[in-house]
């Protein structure tokens, strides 16, 4: 799942990656634009990479756990327990105590809402990326559409300068040369099945045929379309890191200078070629709807592009295998590092705490423990100081905040219920139990187990009912207590039948008696077709009236059975004989 940690390691991350490589194309801006258009794209690479890598790769955490960025605060703090009752002296031991956190009100059954801004993050996060990713979808979708309504260029002038462009880069694939009303100047697309487009004024102009294929064909051979989709990609994905949009644009750039230094190479004259770009210039079309790359220069670029064009001394050409392959590796031996780096605690660090905590936490309570009756004491202390120094896992702290738990309530509730786990603590704060209900009801019940308690509560047993239910029958429990209030069985029912002369001896009684009050007055009905046996159900038990024998029997869902038999009725006189 995306967190707010997840995002932002990726964020400092892909700023160190693209200030990087934004610093290496600073350092060889004196090579070819090819070469450095591989160090850009080998940059793009390794940010399109870096979410992968993240989450595929083995975590490294080379600082010491001194040096961890882990928050200063602590989720857990130890708290003081009681002693054992031979020896008084309180056992140091270390029980997991969940920081404070505001409530609203520390009533039975609150449960308030905690709201973090960090909850938010991952949505504001893929909310532009959504939007960025419709955008070069549409774009794209644009492009293939814009295809099958163009015209495919017949002119031999036109097809004879592709030919020959073909021929002279050794490309074999069959490129297709279309034009279209719907744009202003040229542009090319495509890595399986290549397209360059025109516009009508591009074809009116066949003297620069020979350039404008060599430009687009170029783009095509180097396959920068593929390129562009994935610089945008990364745009997209990392749309709050400026240093990324600043690669992708001079991405874009060096692409445009390497395509340029193609032509310059076909002997193509330069200041022609410059005043190519100087006229295409006026005619952009608009590259963000298009995804597609073109001969007119952008706003920015074209004072750089033509500077370029018409510099002789610069040092055109591809990039070769070699440069290549150490572009990436310089890229591939920093970004895979810098994606397992975490700068947090080593995990065996943090194991050699917690069992140094536990082992201190044994000796304290042996050594509290002197005498030879207390043996077995000491032992048990030091069984329950191993268990509690026991540190909470995330999902454990996240609950305890979600129900409301605090540090005081802690504390009462282990003065109350004894060593409670984390799992007991949070059953009982969102069931609504108190220290208060907790006294209340052992006073009722002596002895009552913690696991009875959090069981009534949930079945909204209090302590008003337990005593009323205590004045009817001395020995109840928990157990019977839970029964009644899950049957309905309440003090008025109990009363009402002790005044009516019916004996209960105790809460079973009451239990089947009110299982069966409801079918007491059932009577046969007459009818076409009468149905001797009936049987209803109501609040998971079960009623049987049997009207032949004279019998309403009734289940619990326990299993425990209640039967009545009541005599059957007197046949109805026969009719007088007529005379």
């Known amino acids: 799942m995306l967190t707010t940690a997840m995002l932002l390691g990726l964020a400092w991350k892909s700023v160190v990656v693209a200030a990087l490589t934004l610093g290496l194309l600073r350092l060889v801006r004196s090579r070819t634009a090819g070469e450095r258009s591989m160090i850009a794209h080998a940059g793009l690479m390794a940010l399109l990479a870096l979410p992968a890598a993240i989450l595929l790769l083995p ?60 909850d938010l993050a991952p949505f504001l996060y893929l909310v532009p990326l959504l939007l960025l990713s419709g955008v070069m979808a549409a774009a794209v979708v644009r492009l293939f559409a814009m295809r099958g309504r163009a015209e495919i260029l017949v002119d031999r002038s036109w097809l004879t300068a592709l030919a020959e462009a073909q021929r002279r880069m050794g490309f074999k694939h069959g490129t297709a ?44 051979a180097r396959l920068d379309w593929a390129k562009l989709l994935g610089a945008r990609v990364a745009c997209a994905v990392f749309w709050f890191n400026p240093l990324v949009w600043m690669l992708a644009r001079e991405s874009h750039q060096l692409r445009e200078e390497a395509a340029d230094d193609a032509v310059l190479m076909a002997d193509i004259d330069g200041p022609d070629y410059a005043t190519l770009l100087v006229g295409a210039a006026r005619h952009d079309n608009q590259g963000a709807l298009l995804a597609a790359h073109g001969v007119a220069p952008g706003k920015d670029s074209l004072k750089r592009r033509i500077t370029r064009v018409l510099d002789g001394s610069l040092k055109r050409g591809p990039a070769s295998a070699s ?57 048990d202390d ?77 079945v909204g047993v209090n302590a008003a009912f337990a005593r009323d239910m205590k004045s ?59 149905r001797p046996i009936t049987r209803a159900v109501r609040d998971g038990n079960v009623a049987v009236v049997d009207m032949e024998r004279g019998v309403i029997e009734a289940r619990r869902g326990d299993g425990r059975t209640a039967r009545i038999e009541f005599p059957a009725p007197p046949e109805p006189p026969e009719p007088p004989a007529r005379d």
């Open 472 to 530: 009817h029958f001395p020995d109840i429990g928990v157990d019977d207590l839970i029964a009644l209030k899950a049957m309905g069985v309440d003090c008025d029912f109990v009363t009402d039948m002790q005044k009516s002369g019916v004996k209960m001896r105790d809460a079973d009684d009451a239990i089947e008696l009110h299982a069966t009050r409801g079918f007491r007055s059932v009577k046969p009905r007459p009818a076409a077709n009468p």
């Open 323 to 379: 440069w290549m392959l150490m572009s990436l590796v310089v890229l591939a031996s920093v970004t895979a590092p810098l994606a397992a780096f975490s700068a947090t605690a080593r995990p065996a660090a943090t194991a050699d705490v917690h069992s140094v905590v536990a082992s201190t936490t044994k000796e304290t309570t042996a050594v509290t423990s002197q005498s030879a009756a207390a043996k077995t004491v000491a032992t």
């Open 59 to 118: 975590q490294w955490a080379p600082l010491p756990a001194s040096w961890s960025f882990e928050a200063a605060a602590p989720l857990a703090q130890p708290a003081t327990t009681g002693g054992s009752a031979i020896d008084p002296a309180p056992a140091a031991t270390s029980v997991p105590v969940v920081d404070d956190v505001p409530v609203k009100g520390d009533g039975a059954g609150s449960t308030p809402i905690v709201f973090s801004w960090s």
């Open 177 to 220: 040369l279309l034009v279209s009303n719907e744009l202003r100047s040229p542009i090319s697309w495509g890595v399986l099945r290549p397209t360059i487009v025109l516009s009508p004024k591009a074809v009116a102009a066949s003297s620069e045929a020979e350039a404008i294929i060599a430009h687009e064909l170029a783009h095509v």
């Open 382 to 458: 030091a069984a329950t100081a191993a268990a509690a120094s026991k540190t909470l896992s995330a999902e454990e702290l996240v609950s305890m905040r979600a129900v409301g738990v605090t540090p005081e309530y802690v504390a009462q509730m282990r003065e109350q219920g004894g060593s409670l786990d984390a799992d007991e603590i949070i059953s009982a704060k969102a069931s609504g139990i108190d220290p208060a209900y907790i006294r209340q009801m052992r006073d009722i019940v002596p002895g009552a187990d913690f696991d009875e308690l959090v069981g009534a509560r949930h």
